[in-house]
């Protein structure tokens, strides 16, 4: 394309454009790049892979644990506020903020650990919601300081809802369009009809090494460890990483395989998540050997 007329993406912000565009460009900018890889690095630092991060990742709910969190966090916040708004109990909406502000801890240390495991594109977003978040949360204390010292602190908790308003839609952009903490995998049974299908000859698969295999439109991890063969979704369930270009590792006594992305361990035997930061497990397919030596799959 002639330069000339190759459209630019401009990284310049204005109120006037759709909120649409302004997030597209914020997702495009480079100047918060400096601060987000220190962040980012310093979080995956101190939250070594173990228990706590998959705990923080909601291995063990099979979900990302920071939106349900957040669900209490909100919902104590946004219920101070309807109290505020009827002058109707101060006593209870000083203990709902309270809550909230309790729960915003865990709530914000799930985020994190989730966020530092993104694509970049996807932590600028999560950096600018991380900020609006952290100017709510301020607001709110010192709302509730307000309230313990005996003064009123609604308007800075309306302030403070405010800003959590313009978090919620950041993270609801993050979720929904740049699909972070969604299922990368599901779609792949829907995408070849169900039943058995042929998928190579087992002499063409080599030993012990991952291989990737194409059926109809999806693209299939294939392993071959001796006449035992195990077939998962290729693109991992976190952001899609190619699980063929993974490392082996026996984990509990069970063969599995490392993405090569962000390390996620996913069983060979059934695709669950050993290890996060994929919380969804792999589609795992069933095998079976035909005489004549083709190996089948059944979706
Ligand atoms: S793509 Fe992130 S762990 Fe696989």
């Not at 601060?35 to 291995?59: E, Y």
């Not at 694509?119 to 977003?125: A, G, K, L, P, S």
């Not at 005996?150 to 309306?158: I, V, Y």
């Not at 979720?175 to 039943?195: D, K």
Request: proline share 7%.
């Amino acid at each position: 394309m002639d330069k000339s007329t190759e459209p630019r993406r401009s990284n310049r912000f204005t109120l006037l454009a759709p909120p649409g565009d302004t997030l597209d460009r914020l997702e495009h900018t480079r100047r918060l790049d400096p601060p987000i890889r220190g962040l980012a690095k310093a979080v995956r630092a101190r939250i070594r892979p173990g228990k706590l991060r998959d705990l923080l990742h909601g291995v063990p709910i099979g979900h990302p644990l920071h939106p349900a969190l957040a669900t209490f966090t909100l919902g104590s916040l946004i219920s101070t506020s309807v109290l505020d708004l009827t002058s109707a109990n101060p006593r209870a909406a000083r203990r709902l903020l309270a809550a909230g502000l309790v729960t915003a801890l865990p709530t914000a240390m799930a985020g994190v650990t989730d966020w530092s495991t993104l694509h970049r594109e996807q932590q600028r977003v999560g950096f600018v919601h991380g900020l609006a978040n952290l100017t709510a949360l301020c607001l709110y204390s010192g709302s509730l300081f307000l309230r313990v010292t005996g003064r009123s602190g609604r308007a800075m908790a309306f302030a403070g809802l405010g800003a959590a308003g313009l978090a919620g839609y950041l993270g609801g952009h993050l979720a929904y369009r740049q699909a972070a903490g969604a299922n990368h995998a599901e779609s792949v049974t829907h995408l070849v009809p169900t039943g058995w299908h042929d998928l190579c000859s087992l002499q063409s698969l080599p030993h012990g090494r991952p291989v990737i295999r194409r059926l109809g439109y999806i693209d299939l991890f294939v392993l071959r460890l001796k006449e035992t063969v195990h077939v998962l979704a290729d693109g991992c369930s976190h952001l899609a990483g190619p699980l063929h270009q993974g490392r082996l590792a026996i984990e509990g006594g069970n063969p599995c395989v490392i993405c090569p992305w962000h390390g996620s361990v996913f069983r060979l035997s059934d695709g669950s998540v050993v290890h996060g930061p994929a919380t969804s497990p792999q589609p795992c397919l069933r095998t079976r050997l035909r005489e004549d030596g083709i190996v089948q799959v059944c979706v």
